[in-house]
């Protein structure tokens, strides 16, 4: 398996000390980080559509990537070919695991059944191609917004006959992520939404859309898919607002329709700060509420302000992201798929693998240093003393719902209220200090 990219040999982890810009310098797959190996804990994923797919096209021009298949017309034969690509890429960089749109993989046919087909076609090589590398699937999912039809929203559409082409491509798609061993199920509604109120039912809109999750789930059940389902937030683009707005919203929807039982989060960077929170932020809320599922890894540009989905290279920010994953438990079943693109410049398919070594270097270190935090409990033993006041006396009562306003007035009465500070300041000296000596 050497042909697409036959100048680059297998990334190997070499360590701080090489020079060789081709090589890990903190992603140790087999290094043991607690209990588990960094592979373990990381579970890293190529984004087919950005690796295989994307042409380095923005608004303001034309595409720039070089590609060896560049010049394949036949859409079935690209498809094949990239495919193929794929899987060499994966199998040199030593990932486990990608994450796919049904249209990245196969070309739209006439009609549904011809798409179905050519899906099916595609799906038989990537069978092959998974049993030759051992690379897995992490998760499925639908590309409902590109296509005209979708210009109004897919589940959310004001036509019904739009909502019925949506549930027939998601019902597809989710055949065959289970045909191929799919761990997850992701839905991002990327025109559920609106643009202006003055056309819109809102109301309506959201009901279908919990109406067409409940069918998902249903189908699952029919066909015996047992992957977990993950919504992914985002605020805003291409809509003006999208009703998966963050973490939050997401988990205030579920709960009204009784969902919240049924899906987790899948969390991008990028979206959070796009929904005007930091990554930590989402990763925190989803973590206290119990529903991390699976990461897009990735971040934008704070002085740019649309997706420009970038490979990580904030440490500081991986650092704080993997602190909440192991606090929640890891990852699994879900991973850090690299939903990331390299820069329009950055063209030749090297870049492809600066792109992702950089990203896996930048969330080992952070793993490491996350999980030095922890262990040695540097900002958890501050953080309980904070709130040791609820773990005795009127606070204890507090939070066993013991008490009430009446008992609380009495009690203020004769009570001298010292508060403690909250040295932001050291805590963040601390950090720094983790991550400079870790």
Not at 100 to 113: Q, V
Not at 335 to 359: M, Q, T, Y
Request: one cysteine or more.
């Amino acid at each position: 398996m050497d042909k697409f990219f036959s100048k680059i040999s297998k990334i190997k982890y070499e360590g701080v000390d090489s020079d060789n810009p081709l090589s890990f310098k903190y992603y140790n797959p087999e290094k043991k980080i607690g209990n588990k190996t960094m592979a373990e804990h990381l579970r890293f994923s190529v984004a087919y559509w950005h690796t295989l797919t994307e042409d380095g096209s923005d608004p303001f021009g034309v595409g720039t990537m070089q590609r060896s298949w560049d010049d394949i017309n036949d859409p079935m034969q690209l498809a094949k070919t990239r495919v193929k690509a794929a899987f060499e890429f994966m199998d040199k960089l030593g990932v486990e695991y990608f994450c796919f749109h049904d249209r990245d993989i196969a070309p739209t046919g006439d009609s549904l059944k011809e798409t179905n087909q050519n899906l099916d076609e595609i799906v038989e090589l990537i069978k092959e191609m998974m049993d030759q590398t051992g690379i897995d699937l992490l998760w499925g999912t639908s590309q409902l917004f590109v296509e005209p039809k979708y210009m109004h929203g897919a589940a959310t559409s004001p036509n019904a006959d739009v909502f019925a082409r949506a549930a027939a491509q998601v019902k597809k798609a989710m055949e065959i992520t289970k045909e191929l061993g799919g761990e997850n199920y992701v839905f991002w509604g990327g025109r559920e939404g609106y643009q202006t109120l003055l056309n819109t039912k809102m109301g309506l809109e959201q009901d279908n859309m919990a109406r067409f999750f409940e069918m998902a789930v249903d189908y699952a059940e029919k066909i015996g898919f047992d992957g977990q389902f993950l919504i992914e937030p985002k605020p805003k683009e291409p809509t003006k607002h999208q009703y998966d707005f963050d973490v939050a919203n997401v988990l205030a929807f579920l709960r009204k329709y009784g969902l919240e039982d049924k899906f987790k989060m899948n969390i991008e960077a990028n979206h959070a700060t796009l929904a005007g929170h930091d990554f930590q932020h989402e990763l925190h809320y989803a973590r206290a509420n119990n529903v991390i599922g699976s990461v897009d890894a990735n971040q934008g540009d704070k002085l740019i302000g649309w997706d420009t989905d970038q490979f990580p290279t904030d440490i500081y920010a991986t650092t704080l992201a993997m602190y909440e994953i192991l606090k929640s438990g890891g990852l699994e079943p879900g991973g850090l798929n690299f939903d990331a693109k390299v820069r329009r410049p950055s063209f030749k398919p090297e870049d492809l693998f600066h792109g992702h070594i950089a990203g896996m270097d930048t969330f080992a270190r952070g793993l490491e240093v996350a999980h030095k935090l922890l262990e040695d409990k540097a900002l958890e033993d501050f953080v309980e003393e904070r709130y040791s006041s609820y773990q005795s006396g009127i606070g204890k009562k507090i939070v066993a719902g013991e008490t009430s306003f009446e008992e609380l007035a009495e009690y203020t009465k004769e009570n001298q209220i010292v508060n403690s500070s909250g040295r932001q300041e050291m805590l963040e000296s601390i950090l720094n200090q983790y991550l400079i000596e870790s």
